[in-house]
Structures are given as C-alpha cells and as structure tokens.
C-alpha cells in the first residue's frame, strides 16, 4: 500500500527555472493539498482541491498553480522559480470526512532554489 | 487567519522526564489534531480531539482539547528517545475544508 508518494524527493533550481512536483495517492481520497514547510513555521497551506477537476487556493498561493484531472493526481507547478521558494513541500490527502479530516502526508520534496 | 502558537518551540529533555507541550488560538475550532513528524518524513497523525474538555490517552501521551475549543495540550510522561520529533497541532475551523497547523514543538530526548 504506497500511500502518497511525491517525487522527486530532493530539487535544486536556478532563479526563473519552472517544474512541477508531482504527487499521486491510491487510497481514492477526495481531498488533497500541498503544504510548504520553514523553520519555526509549521505548515502553511498552498493550494487544495476536493476532488477531480476543483481547486482552491490556501494561504501561499502565490508563485505556485496546481490542477486536478484525476482522483489520484495533484501535481504542484512553480512557473518561475524564486529562492523563497526554498521550503519542504508535502502533499496530503484525506477522506474528507467532513469534520474530522484525517490527512496522510507525503514524504516531502526538499527544492532549493538558488 | 486562524493562528496556532505553539509552546514551547524547542525542548530538550533527559529521558524519564514528564513534559508538557502547548498549543493556543484565539480562534474556536470544530476539532484539533497532534501529529509527529521524524527527519525526512511527513507528520503522521497521533490523535483527533473533538469536544470541549476532551482527554485522550495514547500510552505515554495524553491529549486535552481545552474546554472553549481554542487549545490543547500534549502530556508525555517517562519520555523515550523515540518521542523525539517535531510535534505539530493542527485546528479544523467551523464550516471549513481545510487544517491550520501550528509552529511546532521540537522536542529531543537525551539518553
């Protein structure tokens, strides 16, 4: 059972250099989410989506897009890259269980941009 | 915004020891959750507090949602080196979709 799996798992880019960090679930969850993490500041939402084809933004979306054409897909794109935008990313999905969500994170992509 | 502060943001402990960990809002929240996360890993869900007041033991760790709904706390009696990680609390607003997530503990236990 593989969870949620993000790739890749370590990224160095150059200022203005885009990609898309991938992240794919198999527990058919509806809700998924991308968080970036930095010292002393926990977990700060980015985008999220509660389910195929809808997205909403978080409290960072700035700099970042995501979309949903699957259940199983949520990829996160950074279209012009900023050393801000170094941070740990995870993706996390849930059942969405209306109340007492319960999210299963990915184990992280560390992206260094420099 | 709903903000979590959480108390303290480091500790470092000698193992056998009881701590107490905080987790404080402002804002009112449908429920809260702990999560642990190790070096290289995501969090991985510990407990979810649901009711005003709510106590709930997870072998050495005990849970307590305040009564208002705005904090937590997390106890750990006897602590083992395997407690040591980064402690994250996490709120559920009313009527929203998605989590609030603390600063963090990062609490280390000396052999």
């Known amino acids: 059972n593989a969870g949620v799996t993000q790739t890749p798992k370590f990224q160095v880019l150059k200022t203005g250099q885009s990609m898309t960090l991938q992240c794919a679930q198999d527990?058919?969850?509806?809700?998924m989410s991308w968080y970036r993490q930095d010292p002393g500041m926990g977990l700060r939402l980015i985008h999220y989506?509660?389910?195929?084809?809808?997205?909403d933004q978080g409290e960072v979306p700035n700099g970042y897009n995501v979309s949903r054409s699957t259940t199983e897909d949520f990829p996160l794109r950074l279209l012009s890259a900023a050393p801000s935008q170094t941070s740990v990313y995870f993706c996390?999905?849930?059942?969405?269980?209306?109340?007492?969500?319960?999210?299963?994170f990915g184990s992280g992509t560390q992206l260094s941009v420099l | 915004t709903q903000l979590l502060e959480q108390s303290p943001q480091f500790l470092s402990i000698q193992e056998g020891e009881n701590l107490t960990v905080y987790c404080n809002s402002s804002?009112?929240?449908?429920?809260l959750q702990w999560y642990r996360q190790e070096p290289g890993e995501g969090p991985v869900l510990l407990v979810t507090?649901?009711?005003?007041?709510e106590v709930k033991k997870l072998k050495r760790l005990t849970f307590q949602f305040g009564d208002a709904r705005k904090d937590s706390s997390l106890h750990i009696t006897a602590a083992q080196t395997g407690d040591t990680g980064l402690y994250l609390c996490?709120?559920?607003?009313?009527?929203?979709?998605?989590?609030?997530f603390g600063t963090g503990t990062r609490l280390t236990i000396i052999p």
């Open positions: 507090v649901v009711t005003g007041g």
């Open positions: 527990m058919n969850h509806e809700y």
């Open positions: 989506s509660v389910g195929a084809g809808i997205t």
């Open positions: 996490a709120g559920l607003g009313f009527g929203n979709e998605k989590l609030t």
């Open positions: 804002s009112v929240f449908s429920s």
């Open positions: 996390a999905s849930s059942y969405f269980t209306g109340g007492d969500e319960k999210l299963f």
